[in-house]
Structure formats: structure tokens, C-alpha cells
């Protein structure tokens, strides 16, 4: 069984920023690839933000490109989103996922809300 917990959620003015981070814990042996997951109001979809694998190789969305940069430690089964320059429409609750076998694990997700 695998835990997310997140944290660094929160309000932010339009070009401000935040950090996310997530850390693992439980039974497990390794984790495969871990990201950073959203999902607006009113929509079923969680849209892939960003991803990355246990060697680094890393993965956005085109819309946060070049604004947004996922970062992880393996020793503290931990992942990170530096997330720069946010917009209004970067409002979500943001879900952290970690992929364990064939099993995607999830946390309960933190509000991230941009607004003047």
C-alpha cells in the first residue's frame, strides 16, 4: 500500500508562484514513473501536468511548458512541481501519482487557485 501526501497548495496572484511537493511512504520496492496530475471544477478528467521517471526524463503539458519544472528525489521517494508564472487558468486541484508495478497510486490532492 502506498501514501501521497502533498502539500504547498494554496492562493497566488497571476505571475506568482508555488511549489509543490509530495512525499511516498509504505510497502513498496521501487517507484516507477511519478507526476503531477489536475482537475477542474465540473470536468471528470484529470489532465497530465507533468511526469517524470526514475532517471529523470521528464514530460508536460504544452500549456505549462517553460512555466512549469518537475523535479524528484529518489531517496526520499519524493516529487516536486516548481511551478512559475502562473496564470488563472492554472486554477485545479493538483493530484500527485506514483506508479508502483502496474498500480498508479494518488494523494488526495491540493487546491491551487490564481486569482487577483
Known amino acids: 500500500q502506498v501514501e501521497l501526501v502533498e502539500s504547498g497548495g494554496g492562493l497566488v496572484q497571476p505571475g506568482g508562484s508555488l511549489r509543490l511537493s509530495c512525499t511516498a511512504s509504505?510497502?513498496?520496492?521501487?517507484?516507477?514513473?511519478m507526476g503531477w496530475h489536475r482537475q477542474t471544477p465540473g470536468t471528470l478528467e484529470r489532465e497530465l501536468v507533468a511526469?517524470?521517471?526514475?532517471?529523470?526524463?521528464?514530460d508536460y503539458a504544452q500549456s505549462v511548458m517553460g512555466r512549469f519544472t518537475i523535479s524528484r528525489d529518489n531517496a526520499e521517494n519524493a516529487v516536486y512541481l516548481q511551478m512559475n508564472n502562473l496564470k488563472p487558468e492554472d486554477t485545479a486541484v493538483y493530484y500527485c501519482?506514483?506508479?508502483?508495478?502496474?498500480?498508479?497510486?494518488w494523494g488526495e490532492g491540493t487546491q491551487v487557485t490564481v486569482s487577483s
Open positions: 501519482r506514483a506508479d508502483v508495478g502496474v498500480v498508479s497510486n
Open positions: 509504505g510497502s513498496f520496492s521501487s517507484i516507477k514513473s
Open positions: 511526469l517524470i521517471t526514475p532517471d529523470g526524463i521528464k
